[in-house]
């Protein structure tokens, strides 16, 4: 995936993860990994061509965290650039199981994309518990 852009940056909230990237990815020099929780990201405005986002959406407890990603996004996301993130969508997931998040209608993620400025340009339900959004400026 890297190979396919100049410079390529991930961003993770735990050390232990990061940790298990930084061993697979050590050969490459175009990819730099930072901890981070991702509601205040350290880049500056209109940095990113493309963000992508898998699982993490989905371990947010709560629509204003989802909101400050969303925000996030917009802020750093060039103008021609392209979001594609993951949220959990259908059932309400069990809450006593470490991985739960909050469960978002296409609706409500369409109105927490347009709070942020961001237009949805394609909207994909998957195995009926994941919703991915393809976003832009």
């Known amino acids: ?4 852009f100049k410079m390529a940056y991930g961003i993770d909230i735990s050390p232990g993860m990061l940790a298990i990237a930084r061993k697979r990815l050590y050969s490459l020099n175009n990819v730099d990994l930072i901890e981070n929780k991702g509601d205040n990201i350290p880049f500056p405005d209109e940095k ?10 989905k371990h947010l ?3 204003a ?6 925000e996030e996004i917009a802020r750093t996301l060039k103008p021609s650039g392209l979001a594609k993130i993951q949220l959990r969508t259908g059932a309400s997931p069990y809450f006593w199981r ?3 998040g909050a469960s978002l209608t296409p609706e409500q993620a369409r109105i927490l994309a347009d709070k942020a400025k961001l237009r949805i340009e394609k909207m994909e339900i998957e ?5 991915w959004l393809w976003l832009k400026k």
């Not at 995936?1 to 396919?4: N, R, V, W």
């Not at 990113?48 to 959406?57: P, Y």
């Open 61 to 63: 407890p709560n629509t």
């Open 48 to 57: 990113f061509d493309l963000i992508f986002s898998c699982q993490t959406f």
């Open 98 to 100: 470490w991985y739960y």
């Open 65 to 70: 965290l989802i909101q400050s990603y969303f």
């Open 127 to 131: 195995n009926n518990k994941n919703l």
């Open 1 to 4: 995936f890297s190979k396919d």
